[in-house]
Every structure is written in C-alpha cells, then in structure tokens.
C-alpha cells in the first residue's frame, strides 16, 4: 500500500504538523515516497455520532449501508449505534462504512415501546436479556428507561430500582457499559443510582438528578435535533393530553436543562438520533445546536470528535492511532459551519472522498 502524508493543523492541540499515513495507521516519523493528499487546512480526528441508529427503517443490509454512507458523507467515521432491530454486524466488514460499536437490541417492556424494534421482557427477565445483548453488541447495551404508559397517559418508569440494579452488575460484569432511553424525570434517580453509564436524551433532568450524574460521573448523549421533534409528538398525542403536556414541558425547556449538565460538568456527547426518526447525516446539526446550549465551539466540535472518540475506546491524531481524520480548509473552532464542507476524508487509511 502506498504510504500518505498530510499536512495541517491537527487538533484540539492546534498545531501545524506533518504526518504520514501507513497500513492504516499514523505515523510521526517521515516516510520516503508518500504521496501527499492533503496540504494545508485543518484536520480533525473523524467525527463520531454517539447515539445513532444504523438499521431502523432499513429493509435489509444493502439499505442500513446506505444510511450508514450517510451518516459517512457528513463527516461521521465512527458510530456508536443505539440500537437496531437487525443484526448490523456484518457492516462491520466494509472498509468505505464508519466504523460502527454496535448495542444489538433495545430491550424494553412489553408494549412498552416502538412495536418490532426491541427485545420484550418482563421486569425479572431484564438481566437476562442484559447479558444476551451484551454478549450480542460490541460493549454496549440499550434499555428503555421510560415511555408512555397508556394506563396511566403520561411517561413512566420500565423497570423497579432493584432489577435495574441487578442488570448493571450483570453488564459491568460482562465487561459492556449500558445506556437508557429516557425522556421524563421519574426514571432518573434509579438508573443513576443503579450505576448507569449514560443517559441518552435527559430532557427530564433536574437539578438533583444532574448532581447526581455529576457525582456518578454519568455519561449524556441529549440529542438536541431529536427533541425538536417533541411538539409533533405532542400534537399527535390528542388520547393523552398528560403525556402531550409533558413532551411540551421537556421540549420547552431541554436547552436549559442540558446547559446546567453542562455547566456541571457531566460528559456531553453529540449523538444525532438518526434513524429515529431523524435523518442520517446530520451530526453537523447537533454539534451546532451543542454549541448554541453551552459548550463552545471547540468543546461542541469535541463532544462529536476527539471527547467522544476517546470515550469510546478511540484516539485521536497521534503517533500509531488508527488514521480516521477528516481535514477542512478552514479552521472549525471559528466557525462550525466549516464542518459542512470537508475537502477530504480518510478512513482505516483510505481516502474516501
């Protein structure tokens, strides 16, 4: 394989540097003979949707490709995929797809969540089927925390503190780390204190529940393009005006919410929802709207970049990192909409555009 080099300013650190580029991985040292492909401009470690859904609403492989080349064309080289009715492994082979760390299955109540895209068990069986996803994704798990209970008409709790308790030891154990999907506040204080490691969504966190994630040192992924969405939902919710109001109440106040996360110092990750739906290949949006609720642009354009990648298991750009790096022609931290026009992509070491 021909060796590569590149040029530019590598960050977070912002330093101008020269790099090369062989089997795969970074090099610090000179390489004779490499052919440059990038001189000059920004580069920036390949961007990571942290909660996305690579699967959902695809008839087959070939279709849950293309949403994941979607999800590519933007930016996005590494995807931590929140769950998926299908098994997405085998996507894991393609050299030209992001690289994707799969949670296999949600895994909810019965009738407790979206028909046909989760695995359906009874409170006692939840370890179980913890171990059985864990065993199935590629260390991470997906749980539905809460959702409309009809009998009630509003959002509820899935699952009593003590189970969530015994499936947290049961992940921890298999060495995977479990996420939940939670929209309202009474599910949040028994997955904190269960030893939860991220929390997707969070629109229902109050000052209590984010001191408490703060001091559990809990993980955030708050999907912010997602929950606009909520004033449809509300809309279309006309049998249950209580679970209407509340999708209204969270929606109104979620840039609140999540600024106080983030001025308490929670790890806020950018996660799109796509496939959720949300359309693939819009983490440029998120980081956007990351931005516009807290962070600034430098940690907005690391909570979908060398934060994240580092959180799940990824480096950066460094001496023998995987060479995943996308490169602007100006520089990102100044202006985020810079992210919407990369001037090339490498992946695994192959550039893709």
């Not at 001189?39 to 070939?62: K, M, R, S, T, Y």
């Not at 393609?94 to 028909?115: D, N, Q, S, T, W």
């Not at 969070?202 to 703060?214: H, K, Q, V, Y």
């Not at 979620?254 to 996660?271: S, W």
């Amino acid at each position: 394989m021909t060796a590569l080099h590149v040029r530019g300013v590598v960050l977070p650190e912002g330093e101008e540097r020269d790099l090369w580029i062989v089997n795969g991985r970074i090099r610090t040292e000179a390489v004779a003979g490499a052919e440059t492909i990038v001189d000059g401009g920004f580069l920036v470690p390949g961007l990571v949707d942290a909660h996305c859904h690579v699967g959902i609403a695809a008839e087959n492989l070939d279709d849950a490709a293309r949403q994941a080349e979607d999800d590519r064309d933007a930016g996005t080289l590494l995807i931590r995929d929140c769950g998926s009715p299908i098994d997405t492994s085998p996507l894991q082979e393609r050299l030209e797809l992001p690289r994707i760390i799969r949670a296999g299955r949600h895994i909810a109540r019965p009738k407790r969540y979206i028909r046909d895209l989760a695995d359906e068990v009874e409170p006692t069986d939840l370890p179980r089927a913890v171990a059985e996803q864990a065993a199935a994704g590629d260390g991470w798990v997906k749980i539905v925390g809460d959702y409309i209970d009809r009998g009630l008409g509003e959002l509820a709790p899935l699952w009593p503190d003590d189970v969530l308790a015994e499936a947290m030891r049961v992940a921890h154990e298999a060495g995977a780390r479990v996420t939940a999907h939670v929209f309202g506040a009474d599910a949040l204080p028994g997955l904190i204190a269960s030893g939860i490691d991220c929390i997707e969504h969070g629109t229902g966190l109050t000052d209590d529940t984010i001191a408490a994630m703060a001091e559990h040192g809990t993980s955030l992924v708050p999907t912010l393009i997602n929950i606009e969405t909520f004033p449809g939902i509300a809309e279309g919710a006309g049998k249950y005006p209580r679970y209407a109001a509340q999708m209204l109440d969270l929606h109104a106040r979620v840039r609140d919410t999540v600024g106080k996360a983030i001025e308490a110092g929670i790890p806020v990750y950018a996660g799109t929802d796509a496939g959720g739906g949300i359309a693939h290949g819009r983490i440029v949006d998120e980081i956007i709207a990351l931005h516009e609720t807290g962070m600034t642009t430098e940690q907005a354009l690391g909570a979908a970049s060398w934060t994240a990648r580092g959180w799940l298991g990824w480096s950066g750009i460094q001496e023998s990192s995987a060479a995943d790096i996308v490169a602007y022609d100006t520089d990102p931290r100044a202006d985020l909409e810079a992210l919407r026009s990369p001037k090339r992509m490498i992946l695994r070491g192959r550039v893709i555009r």
